[in-house]
């Protein structure tokens, strides 16, 4: 019996662990981002999972968008839409839009293709844990998603992405709403 009541309160122990890490690094991510101070979201994000994160999601729709394509042609648009896309992240990732699009929703760029948008992290209330445990989706056991959308619609579905390292969760992906996807996308070249 002592051994079963240590079980359970060992497995309670690391779950309130589990969870009051991500709870206060999710809030001391918002609290950068409510604040404005870009240089605490980038130290609150690992910027080469976000890249890649937002590279993924930008080729898939752009693989979409090309329709049927042989092996060969597939093999070449995935690798040359992910340079593509990679390169043109690198000049938006910047603090200040990484900021901004957690804050309010928006990064605009210099075409109408280049503008971002997707339901900011400032809607999501950390102190209503029901509400926060109904946006919480584990992906693996060191990496969840949050969905920032109210709706799981997935035309509108965006969430970001954090996964555990060195102690406290960062900030590793951004998905973004299908339309703004499809913006991105078309921002590749077509052929």
Do not use: C
Request: proline share 4%.
């Amino acid at each position: 019996m002592r051994w079963f009541l240590g079980t359970v309160l060992t497995i309670l122990v690391v779950m309130g662990l589990y969870f009051g890490s991500l709870i206060k690094s999710l809030a001391g991510l918002m609290d950068a981002v409510q604040t404005g101070n870009g240089g605490e979201v980038v130290a609150r994000t690992d910027m080469n999972e976000l890249r890649h994160s937002l590279t993924d999601q930008i080729v898939r729709t752009y693989l979409k968008r090309m329709g049927n394509l042989n092996p060969v042609q597939r093999m070449i648009a995935d690798t040359y839409g992910a340079s593509v896309a990679d390169a043109m992240l690198q000049k938006f990732l910047t603090a200040e839009n990484i900021t901004n699009l957690l804050r309010n929703g928006t990064v605009t760029g210099a075409s109408e293709d280049a503008n971002w948008t997707m339901v900011p992290l400032s809607k999501i209330d950390v102190t209503k844990l029901t509400d926060l445990l109904g946006r919480w989706r584990p992906i693996q056991p060191l990496r969840v998603e949050v969905r920032t959308s109210d709706t799981t619609s997935p035309q509108e579905y965006s969430a970001i992405g954090l996964h555990f390292e060195g102690g406290s969760w960062k900030l590793s992906g951004l998905l973004l709403p299908q339309d703004a996807l499809q913006k991105l996308a078309r921002s590749l070249p077509a052929r």
